[in-house]
């Protein structure tokens, strides 16, 4: 891996705030990898995509696994934002399909759905770098990294890849830039679930079904802790739809750019 790559600083936030950002700060992210409700309206993308480059920001949207309703709203979205030549972060191939046969100046970047791993958020051991199939076993498991994988990826214009606060540069980031594939990682939250029934979205006599219909975006200003189960030291963020751990920094992130890593990712939820 080269030590020596730049490390991008980026913010995910709702909405660009009136105050300065911090000067390290280099890019922005909008939108929302796990919920369509959470999107921003075209225009209002359009605002941030406008306030960011006025600010000389990059700028990258979060889009999520979407319906026919969803991808519709996306398609209005993609079209304000294709005069920016921005980044749109894809958790589905019907976005990615979109993006490179409609929107060419976009540059799609592959999401954390596609990237998430069967490993427990705080896997953090030294061991699978010991001799012994431990290290292989691991690549083998997690991730398909055969050719035809890194094939697809390239026919679709993917030439960057984001990943949790997870074990996964350690065990995936060399073949990933041998690709020529950079690696974003999101700090601090660790994505664990998601689905389409949003506990934050029933209102009192309203049932589930029909308060989904007319979503009110409770998310933003409540979430859930909960504690126990198969994480008893840790406690488990719910957020809309999504479930989360916060995760700290292991041994091997001393230096995220030895693991191919050139970007990280201050989410806020």
């Known amino acids: 891996m080269n030590a020596e790559l730049p490390l991008e600083?980026?913010?995910?936030l709702r909405e660009l705030p009136g105050e300065p950002l911090p000067e390290a700060c280099s890019r922005l992210y909008a939108g929302d990898d796990f919920c369509e409700r959470l999107l921003p309206e075209a225009e209002e993308?359009?605002?941030l995509a406008e306030q960011a480059a006025d600010r000389g920001l990059r700028f990258t949207f979060l889009t999520p696994y979407c319906t026919e309703d969803g991808m519709e709203n996306?398609?209005?979205?993609?079209?304000?934002?294709a005069p920016f030549g921005c980044e749109?972060?894809?958790?589905?191939?019907?976005?990615?399909?979109?993006?490179?046969?409609d929107f060419q100046s976009l540059t799609p970047v592959l999401g954390r759905l596609y990237t998430s791993l069967l490993l427990p958020p705080y896997f953090d051991d030294r061991r699978v770098f010991g001799r012994g199939g431990a290290l292989r076993s691991f690549r083998m498991a997690k991730l398909n990294l055969s050719d035809s994988?890194?094939?697809f990826l390239k026919t679709n214009r993917i030439s960057r890849a984001e990943f949790d606060n997870v074990f996964a540069p350690p065990l995936f980031?060399?073949?990933?830039s041998s690709e020529g594939i950079k690696l974003s990682l999101y700090l601090p939250f660790t994505y664990i679930s998601t689905t389409r029934r949003c506990l934050f979205a029933p209102e009192r006599g309203?049932?589930?079904?029909l308060a989904l219909l007319g979503c009110a975006r409770g998310c933003l200003e409540q979430r859930m802790l909960l504690e126990g189960g198969h994480y008893p030291d840790r406690r488990i963020h719910v957020i809309g739809n999504a479930q989360f751990l916060k995760n700290g920094s292991g041994w091997w992130a001393h230096d995220w750019r030895k693991w191919g890593v050139d970007r990280v990712v201050d989410f806020a939820r």
């Open 9 to 12: 600083r980026a913010r995910h």
């Open 45 to 47: 993308l359009r605002r």
């Open 74 to 81: 996306l398609k209005r979205a993609f079209g304000v934002l």
């Open 88 to 101: 749109v972060v894809v958790n589905d191939p019907g976005v990615l399909r979109v993006l490179n046969r």
């Open 149 to 151: 994988y890194f094939s």
């Open 173 to 176: 980031g060399d073949r990933f």
């Open 206 to 209: 309203v049932s589930t079904k």
